[in-house]
């Protein structure tokens, strides 16, 4: 999945730079610019796939030129069903490169979103982050290797595209500017610096989050980069496809791409972890698929979280923990319930009567010991309340 939509971000870039009239290797320079930033992969590599997908804006932007602005504004409607910022983003992007009234559909598909969103829209507004905004340092922007490769672009991309815009036969140059400069604007954050931690001076971005409701939770400014990178390389695809002509624009397309390559190796560096981690419970959860005939749904007694969810794909059980809700005998009572149950054992509580789990439709209780969050129920506890485990860190309710 991860895989399958930066191919699609790539494949947005392409047909983008296609609306705009590249064709042949400038549209291909375009696309190879965008692929080799390592910024590019940034979300899809750490897992976070709504987040780090940005074709249906793309595809969007790409069909204004066309004068097809209601099927554009319905695609970055859906880009802020994704995730929201980057839909605002790049629906400033559009009014910047080519307004017009049908890009007010974007409310459509928001809306049963936002109805959602309403009765706690006042909690979105929160405080500042408690690790600092991630954002995309000014060195990030030059692609210098001192920069961690979530936050960095290609390094010639920035000059490549600045140049584009110098150019005065690179058609709409001053709007394609003002595009990336708003994209660019918010991927740097609120106080931008040479490093993510390090400001060098405030941006007025800085009062916007403060102030404007709903842009309190923009705590990752630097996915906005995202949106800058496919900007930056269709502009650059511009200048070629339009400053040159015949075997000069091949050529030079070619040089482009090849210094992209050479320079970009983004999935090596851009990758989450670049060795296999040991997995907490693993040998648990394999003996769960193998008895998968005798086990119903599993409680993990670690607490409900990521820790838990993350052996779910390996036992690939239901889970009171969230992924999916077991369904309780008739008269069983709501599982809620239960889950609090557990979690005041989990804060020293007595533990649940087997026959209440049961009713629930839990058949196993996993207890892993994982070190960043240990087992705070007592072995001796689970085995005066539910007997002897029946396999290491498993216990079959009776």
């Not at 291909?28 to 590599?45: C, D, I, K, R, T």
Request: charged share 10%; glycine share 12%; proline share 11%.
């Amino acid at each position: 999945m991860q895989l399958a939509h930066h191919l699609g971000n790539i494949l947005g870039v392409s047909i983008l730079a296609h609306s705009r009239g590249l064709r042949g290797l400038a549209l291909a320079a375009a696309g190879v610019l965008a692929a080799a930033s390592p910024l590019m992969l940034h979300e899809l590599a750490g897992g976070r796939t709504l987040s780090g997908m940005v074709w249906p804006g793309l595809v969007g932007l790409a069909l204004l030129p066309r004068g097809r602005g209601l099927l554009a504004g319905l695609l970055i409607g859906v880009q802020g069903l994704c995730y929201v910022y980057t839909g605002l983003v790049v629906g400033l992007v559009a009014l910047v490169l080519r307004p017009c009234w049908g890009l007010a559909a974007a409310a459509l598909p928001m809306l049963p979103y936002l109805a959602w969103l309403a009765p706690v829209f006042a909690g979105t507004h929160s405080r500042p982050p408690p690790a600092d905004y991630s954002v995309l340092p000014l060195g990030g922007l030059l692609g210098l290797p001192a920069v961690p490769a979530r936050q960095r672009l290609l390094p010639l991309l920035l000059p490549a595209g600045l140049v584009a815009a110098a150019l005065p036969a690179t058609p709409h140059r001053r709007r394609w500017l003002a595009a990336v400069l708003l994209a660019l604007f918010v991927a740097l954050g609120p106080t931008p610096g040479a490093k993510g931690d390090h400001a060098v001076l405030a941006s007025p971005l800085a009062w916007l989050i403060r102030y404007l409701p709903g842009l309190g939770r923009l705590h990752h400014p630097v996915r906005a980069g995202l949106v800058a990178v496919p900007l930056l390389a269709v502009l650059a695809g511009l200048g070629l496809h339009h400053s040159l002509s015949g075997r000069a624009r091949s050529v030079a397309a070619a040089v482009l791409i090849g210094l992209a390559l050479a320079l970009g190796g983004p999935v090596d560096e851009a990758a989450a972890h670049s060795t296999p981690r040991p997995l907490p419970g693993l040998a648990a959860a394999r003996w769960l698929r193998d008895h998968a005939d005798d086990v119903d749904a599993i409680s993990d007694l670690t607490g409900s979280g990521a820790a838990a969810l993350g052996l779910q794909p390996v036992h690939g059980r239901p889970m009171l923990e969230g992924l999916r809700r077991p369904q309780p005998k008739p008269g069983a009572g709501d599982p809620g319930t239960l889950r609090r149950a557990l979690d005041a054992a989990l804060a020293g509580g007595p533990l649940p009567p087997p026959a209440a789990l049961r009713a629930a439709g839990i058949s196993h209780l996993l207890a892993v010991d994982r070190p960043a969050s240990p087992l705070r129920v007592p072995t001796a506890a689970l085995r005066a309340a539910y007997g002897p485990p029946v396999a290491p860190g498993i216990w079959a309710l009776p």
